[in-house]
DNA sequence: ATTTTTATTTAGAATAATTCTTGATCTCAA
DNA sequence: TTGAGATCAAGAATTATTCTAAATAAAAAT
């Protein structure tokens, strides 16, 4: 038996796909997004990568980006029209964006919340997924703003 | 006194700016939201408002989609990377988005529903918005969908 | 091991929604 | 009426993303 077995190095195992081939460049990516939790843009993660892989092109972040998507092993984060943003926290969580510091920072599910029962669903809708996106100001900005507020 | 007085003839009252003039083409762009509550997006409102003023330009329709946003008449909504949809219900409500006919639907807050009480937010987060998007597919095209899945 | 097939990578071009620029036009109020 | 500021309009520019096509790499078949 060969060396460490994380998520990453099962090729199909956790896709809907019958082929997902988890290549260098994707490993790369990947790894980046675990290194920092950080929920970097496209051309941020790329910027990353070029440190482990100098090679790495633009194009192939971007694919590496969609297929991890869609093989489910990632989540896309969309903020307003800004670039999007990519996560690889798999539980059910929203996402908290603070208007100060920009940074986004994942929030988990209380256990027992029901989303849904919240929502007055028509009769018969099949919810696929529920997308849930907070903004205001985290814990550590809203104190040094208070702060700066009071001396004037 | 004048004939009708909808909420979109008073001028700087509902913004939070001092001079927000309710114009000709703003007006015309407000009332194509109100006429369909289907959540256009804008070129779409630009096809519709060219209906009531054929002289009107793309731009000037987003000119008066971002003013009016950020006035507060309106609320722009996005799905995914989608262009951008507006939606003229200030009502607090969820978006939901049909996969198979691609409609949004508004989607009221249940009574006495407390959003913000089922996620683990760090103690001192200021929250300024939610913004809850769910997909699926609606009553309609899910009964569809059964019929011409059995038919086979 | 060699060939064949298929998936992936890459650079650059193309796309599409949106924003920006600039000059004309309108509106308010003095 | 006149001047300042707001708004409109046409087209150029921007930007994130997608597409294209050729090169490369990996898996499967021989
Ligand atoms: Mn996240
Ligand atoms: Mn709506
Ligand atoms: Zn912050
Ligand atoms: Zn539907």
Redesign the interface.
Known sequence: MPHSSSIAESASTHSGFGDFRMTKQRKVVYDVLMDERDHPTASEVFLRAKGKMPGISLATVYNCLETMTQAGLIK?V?V??EA?RYCPNLRPH?H?FC?ECEQI?D????RH???????????????????????????KC??ATDLSKSEN
């Open positions: 896309q969309n307003d029209r999007s929203a908290f208007s920072y929030i988990d599910l209380r919340a029901d989303l849904e029962a919240a929502w007055e669903l028509p009769e018969g809708s099949r919810i696929d997924h529920v997308d849930v996106a907070m903004k205001g100001v985290c814990p809203g104190s």
